[in-house]
């Protein structure tokens, strides 16, 4: 197993070097997000393959990681080639502290790194004689529902802003009513689920750092902070008044 994973880690320091070779070419680094969330698509099903686990665990936990992965993966393929050239503000702001392309190597094979430790649950999946287990259906069940919920918040924000009158207002519609970020809480659960469906797995509990680095990542680092910061920027007083009554991440009642 340790030597799958291995080998995973080295693929992915290739696929992302790739990229970023791609991204130097193009003057475009966006596409490092995309190549990001397919990354599991990629390691769960090789894993899947060459792991001597129970066949409906493994398959179980590697439609369900792909599901994510290529819906997340396509989703943002679209969005970065729909603003192509323009670059996501994220890399716009790291090459005003970065010069040069070195240090975006650098921190390409970092996220390498990280989509192999988001690949843990389907290699530990792969790698279990057991049939699925009681709080592994538990825990997969709750993916399928994050995943639902996850299109449909995406879904919603895609319907509101089609609507030209639309433009400038504030989405507090459907799932947006409950929570500024929707997408992102169930995102979480997403990974959540993964690690509950993978604590019964000898050394599952390493998974536990896949929802805790995703929950890092969407409140801290480059979620909520930045697409707020945007939305500001963009709607001024309507936002904050939507910041003053609504919920940043977990779905619940409106304040008065």
Not at 115 to 125: N, Q, W, Y
Not at 238 to 243: C, H, L, P, T, V
Request: hydrophobic share 50%.
């Amino acid at each position: 197993m340790i030597t799958w994973m291995l080998i995973g880690l080295a693929l992915m320091f290739v696929v992302f070097a790739v990229v970023w070779a791609i991204g130097v070419k193009i003057r475009n680094y966006s596409f490092l997000d995309v190549i990001w969330s397919y990354g599991v698509a990629i390691l769960a099903p090789i894993y899947a393959f060459v792991g001597p686990g129970h066949p409906e665990r493994k398959w179980a936990f590697t439609v369900l990681g792909v599901a994510w992965s290529l819906r997340l993966g396509t989703y943002l393929f679209f969005r970065v080639l729909k603003h192509h050239p323009q670059e996501d503000v994220r890399y716009e702001g790291l090459r005003q502290r970065w010069h040069g392309s070195g240090m975006f190597l650098v921190f390409h094979e970092l996220q390498a790194v990280v989509v192999v430790i988001f690949s843990l649950p389907f290699l530990l999946a792969a790698w279990r004689m057991m049939p699925l287990q009681i709080v592994e259906m538990i825990g997969l069940g709750l993916v399928l529902i994050a995943l639902l919920g996850e299109s449909l918040a995406d879904r919603q924000m895609k319907h509101f802003k089609s609507d030209p009158a639309h433009k400038g207002i504030v989405c507090a519609i459907g799932l947006w009513r409950y929570s500024r970020h929707p997408n992102y809480f169930f995102e979480f659960l997403v990974w959540v689920g993964f690690a509950v469906a993978s604590l019964d797995t000898p050394h599952g509990w390493v998974t536990l750092l896949c929802p805790l680095l995703m929950y890092y990542f969407l409140t801290q680092v480059t979620g909520i902070p930045l697409t707020e910061e945007y939305a500001l920027k963009s709607k001024g007083d309507a936002y904050r008044e939507y910041q003053r009554t609504t919920s940043a991440f977990i779905p619940w009642f409106r304040k008065a």
